[in-house]
């Protein structure tokens, strides 16, 4: 197979064509010709990813897409704060985009995520492959960390809050936790506290600079992946990176300070959120702090839960590397 990278960022495509990968910029006469003449388009985050122009020229191509993450919170179609499927703008809409994407593909990694997908994507079952997510490939490979490497000897706790309303509004990190208390404790424990917040809140002020074991790294230009693996403790709420961490095995913490709130006017969920969340949940600075005195004192009360919890977003088939045998089924197609 030829396979050739799309991008819209000319950094990318510098620092690609350096090391002789074939590569194209989205905006190029170069990329219109690959799409008119593709077998297969695989994305990520959506069709838009090889450039919205170039929608127009896929054709009959089989679209494949891998989506970026399991969904705890309603996506796409379910989504009813972003989208009205029964109006007759999206039903049109709906039906006109069948025309080109009418051999669309989407990778899901378990029964159960398969039934959410053909609603949320509008997809016939057979359009849905359980095939696994090969994003997490990465925790299954050799590999060096750099924040393993950067933190050497030091245990690192990862925050990754989910965005609030599409980032209007604000994720106040001062508000939310006793950052000078935090850093004591972390310096006590030997720990580094590592921020990630969503890319849609990547503008707001960072706390960088303050603290000796408290870092904001939103602006830092890292793999999620890469900071799951190197994290020992995750801390969420109701971002779907805690799926992705399940497959480490590694205590949770949800966060879940304003759950209420973010129910009733950012994104219903698709599970009952109890259920599905195997870690202690926290609603105060209090409380999470204890969590964490708890964790590092090797007191994990969730072992059972969290493996129920990736046998249901995970077959046994998807919980390992999954690359090869998606390209072995898409030459299947």
């Known amino acids: ?73 309603k996506i796409m179609y379910d989504d009813e704060y972003s989208y009205n499927r029964n109006s007759l703008k999206e039903k049109l809409r709906n039906f006109l985009r069948r025309i080109p994407y009418r051999n669309e593909y989407i990778i899901s990694t378990s029964e159960t995520i398969s039934k959410i997908y053909q609603s949320a994507f509008n997809l016939d079952k057979k359009h849905i492959l359980q095939l696994g997510q090969p994003r997490n490939d990465y925790f299954y ?34 508000e939310i936790l006793n950052l000078n208390d935090l850093n004591k404790f972390c310096k006590k424990n030997n720990v580094i506290f590592l921020i990630k917040k969503h890319f849609y809140h990547s503008k707001e002020k960072s706390i960088n600079f303050k603290y000796s074991n408290v870092f ?8 999620s992946q890469e900071l799951l693996d ?8 109701y971002s779907s990176c805690y799926i992705d961490y399940l497959l480490l095995d590694r205590p949770i913490i949800f966060y879940n300070f304003d759950i209420e709130e973010y129910k009733k006017n950012d994104r219903q969920l698709y599970f009952e959120y109890d259920k599905v969340t195997p870690g202690k949940k926290c609603i105060t600075y209090t409380e999470l702090k204890n969590e964490l005195d ?20 995970y077959n046994q088939s998807c919980q390992s590397c999954v690359s090869d045998k998606i390209i072995k089924e898409l030459k299947k197609l």
Do not use: Q
Not at 308 to 313: G, M, N, S, T
């Open 216 to 223: 904001d790294i939103t602006n830092e230009v890292t793999h």
């Open 1 to 73: 197979m030829k396979a050739v990278w799309i991008t819209k960022k000319e950094e990318i495509y510098f620092s690609l064509k350096e090391k002789n990968y074939p590569v194209c910029l989205s905006n190029s006469l170069e990329a219109i010709e690959l799409c008119k003449k593709a077998k297969y388009v695989i994305t990520v985050t959506g069709i838009s990813d090889i450039g919205e122009k170039n929608l127009n020229y896929l054709g009959g191509a089989y679209y494949i897409n891998l989506w970026h993450g399991v969904p705890l919170k």
């Open 294 to 313: 708890s964790l590092l004192n090797l007191k994990d009360l969730y072992l059972n839960k969290r493996k129920e919890a990736r046998d249901l977003f």
């Open 230 to 237: 190197a994290a020992d403790i995750l801390i969420t709420d």
């Open 141 to 174: 490979t050799s590999h060096t960390n750099k924040y393993n490497i950067k933190f050497e000897n030091k245990k690192i706790i990862l925050y990754m809050p989910t965005h609030r309303n599409e980032g209007k509004k604000i994720i106040n990190l001062e």
